[in-house]
Each structure stands twice: as C-alpha cells, then as structure tokens.
C-alpha cells in the first residue's frame, strides 16, 4: 500500500513538473513573440518615417537672403530659412521674419537647383509670407496641407528645414500641445508646439504628420538657453492655409473686424474686477451666470464700431460665435479676422446672466491694433 501511494505521489510531481515547464515554456513563446511584435513595430514606424521624410523633403526649400546692406565686422548682410511648396506652379509659403527687409531672395531645392524668389505677398500680424518662383513649365511637388485641428496631442511628427544652414534636415517628436500663445509680437497666433528640435533656419519649414501632410509652418524656439533647446512653435496649419489663400488671391489679407476688447475668463479678469467686488473666480462666474470659464468678457466696446452699432456691451459675455463655442480671447481674434469683412456673425451673449443673440455685420479691421485703437508709431 505504501509502494503505492508513492508511486502514486512520483506520477503526481512528473505530471506537475511537466505541466510547470510547458506552462514556463508557453510563457517564455508569449514573451518572444511579443518581442517580435514589439521589433515589428518599430520597424514598420522607423520605415514609415523613412518614407515620410524622403516624401516630404522634395516640397522643401532652403531659402537664402541678401538684405543689399554691407555686413558689419561680425555679422553678415546674408540670412537663411526654409520654406514649403504649396502649388505645382512655384508658389512658396515660408516665414515673413525669413524674407522681411531683403533685396534678394534666392531658393534652393534638394536636388541643388536654385531659383530666384520673387514676393507675392506677407502678412507680418501671422509672421507668414509668401513667394513665387518661376520652374520654366515643371510641374513642383507641391506639399499636401493638412488638417492642424485633427492633430492628437502625443502624434508623432517630423520637423524639415534648414537648422544652422544644414539644408533637408529631418527631426523628430511629438505634438505637445495644440493652440498655443506665446510672447511674440503677433496679434494672430496658433501655434502647435512640439518637442521635434527647432533651429535657426528651420524658420518656414515643415512640421509633417505620418501621413506626409503638413500640419504646421516652423517658426519659432521658446528657450532660456539661445541654443535651440527649448519648445519648439509651428504655426498650424489651418491658420497658414487661410493666410495663403488670400495672399495669393490678393498678396494681402483682409479681416474681420468687430470692435471690441476682449479678455479670457480667467484670474486676471478678477483681479480687474476686484472694484467691482470681485474675489474670487467662484464670484466671477457666478456674477457672470457661468458655470465654468468659457466664452470671452467684453472689457470694452469701441464707439461707432461693428460691435457698438449691433448693441454689444461691456461686461457682455460672448459664449458663442455662429453656433461654435469660443474658447477663449486668442480664439476670438482668429475667428473674427478669419471672416471675410461684410460677413453678418450671431453671437450668443450672457448680459446680467440673461441669455441673448446679437446679430454683428464685420468690417475691414483699420490700420489699428487689435482692438480698434490708433496705432502708436
């Protein structure tokens, strides 16, 4: 009986031991494969960069500057940047810092053929300007322009342009952040920000998405440092597509014009209420009959304006604009600027915690700031 139960206990651990190493051995397949799955991955993101980049390049130019003035001890009369092919008939869009104050303007592409550049049209408010040249009857690869809303946060994208004068350089990184404001002196800002690395003269290049679109305009480098490191800004694209269109169309863009001094919903707009016993952000939007910050606050109506004409008013809330939520002062400028001048907008307002729509026929905006004031010289 007892030769039995050990026999009955060695079958037992055997069985046990087989079944514990073909449970380690299905273990140790799962984890390979998912290594192979992982290696399979990064090969097939690594071969679509490749792609991206080698596609995307051909629609990048390098551009160099001559400003006509003699170079100092230290400096030099010549500048550089990048710019991005928008029509197969030599139209180049690229920063309006690139070109601006220049005699002579001089393209390159990757192939090493240059041509000179000629301005069609710039619009300094957006830092975007526009050139043409002519390719004697070739057709350009032009860029595809995509959609900059339709951006995640966390897409990867390319950078191209020329960093320090290193023509057709490709960076990567991802989408930090969407909409973005920064201290420049540009009334109509919509930055995508990125980690992709940004130099100068990548000024005017390509921020690319992974299907090869563009999905920004490389601008500018938000850095303590003065080498580059820093947040990377590009303008999006949906802002340059609108700017393009008119400056091809007209070599000049015209705005919508309302009349009014906006301000975010925000702590700011408190302590400038504070008189008006104001403490708090709780207090404001109860004052204003929000349940969270959105729309803008009406700080002031210029007379004999759009805005003052349709009965718009200070302390107004402004929450929508034809039906789209505003979100917030920089959206306001965009949307009311994106309008063509005569076009009749309905804004939904909050007075005294009242809901109301207001019916506003735009105008051209003057030679003025933002708001509808002369500007100083």
């Not at 526009?130 to 070739?138: C, R, S, V």
């Not at 930090?176 to 919509?190: T, V």
């Not at 016993?277 to 939007?285: A, F, N, T, V």
């Not at 207001?358 to 708001?371: G, H, T």
Request: no cysteine.
């Amino acid at each position: 009986m007892k030769d039995a139960t050990k026999v009955t206990l060695l079958v037992m651990i055997l069985a046990l031991g087989i079944a514990g190493g073909v449970g380690a051995a299905k273990l140790l397949d799962r984890r390979a494969a998912a290594g192979r799955e992982m290696s399979r991955s990064a090969a097939e993101l690594q071969d679509t960069f490749a792609a991206v980049a080698a596609g995307a390049m051909k629609s990048v130019v390098h551009i160099t500057t001559s400003s006509g003035r003699p170079a100092d001890l230290f400096g030099s009369s010549e500048g550089i940047g990048s710019g991005v092919i928008v029509s197969e008939e030599g139209h180049i869009l690229t920063n309006n810092h690139v070109i601006d104050g220049t005699r002579e303007v001089r393209v390159r592409f990757e192939d090493g053929r240059e041509f000179e550049g000629r301005l069609v049209g710039a619009d300094p408010e957006s830092d975007l300007a526009l050139l043409k040249i002519d390719p004697n009857g070739e057709k350009l690869p032009a860029a595809a322009l995509g959609d900059s809303d339709a951006m995640r946060v966390g897409d990867w994208v390319l950078a191209i342009g020329s960093p320090f004068g290193y023509n057709h350089t490709v960076t990567a990184g991802i989408v930090s952040a969407k909409h973005r404001r920064a201290q420049l002196n540009l009334p109509y800002q919509d930055f995508i920000q990125t980690d992709a690395a940004i130099n100068p003269g990548n000024s005017g290049g390509a921020l690319v998405n992974l299907r090869g679109e563009v999905v920004g305009i490389n601008t500018a480098i938000v850095t303590e440092s003065r080498r580059g490191e820093g947040v990377g800004l590009a303008i999006a694209s949906n802002l340059a597509k609108w700017v393009t269109e008119r400056l091809r169309k007209d070599g000049r863009v015209r705005r919508g014009y309302m009349g009014f001094v906006p301000h975010d919903i925000d702590r700011e707009l408190v302590a400038l209420l504070r008189d008006q016993g104001i403490g708090s952000m709780e207090e404001l939007l109860g004052e204003l009959g929000l349940k969270e910050p959105v729309g803008v606050f009406v700080l002031e109506v210029q007379r004999d304006t759009p805005a003052d004409r349709a009965g718009l008013r200070p302390n107004d809330v402004i929450v929508e604009m034809d039906g789209r939520r505003l979100r917030g002062q920089g959206d306001a400028f965009l949307r009311i600027a994106g309008i063509e001048p005569g076009t009749t907008v309905t804004l939904k307002v909050l007075r005294a915690k009242q809901e109301r729509e207001i019916k506003v026929e735009l105008a051209e905006r003057p030679p003025r700031d933002l708001y509808g004031r002369p500007r100083r010289k």
